[in-house]
């Protein structure tokens, strides 16, 4: 079993940043792939971001050159440093944790982006 914890939302003014961290309960970075999603209300989950084993990464249009992933092996820590922000970036944001049939969640993270 594996838990995840997110923490860094908030509410900031367009074109503000903030960095989102999740804290994973055991090193699972070498055979997990570690994401971000977001889900805004009404609408469907969907990807923002993800990082391989490898380090691989992967980032959603809409975020290319705004948001970067990273990890901390050693603190276990996935991070997402978001700038640049939108009104239209304003959801909760989850960490994820995926490897072959295993599918971990984390409780969420709001952030809410308004002037």
């Known amino acids: 079993q594996v838990q995840l914890v997110e923490s860094g939302g908030g509410l900031v003014q367009p074109g503000g940043s903030l960095r989102l961290s999740c804290a994973a309960s055991?090193?699972?970075?070498?055979?997990?792939?570690m994401g971000w999603y977001r889900q805004a209300p009404g609408k469907q989950r969907e990807l923002v971001a993800s990082?391989?084993?490898?380090?691989?990464?992967n980032y959603a249009a809409f975020v290319k050159g705004r948001f970067t992933i990273s990890r901390d092996i050693a603190k276990t820590t996935v991070y997402l440093q978001m700038n640049s922000l939108k009104p239209e970036d304003t959801a909760v944001y989850y960490c994820?944790?995926?490897?072959?049939?295993?599918?971990?969640w984390g409780q969420g993270t709001q952030v809410t982006v308004s002037s």
């Open positions: 055991k090193n699972i970075f070498s055979s997990y792939v």
């Open positions: 994820n944790a995926l490897a072959a049939s295993l599918n971990y």
């Open positions: 990082i391989t084993s490898f380090g691989y990464i």
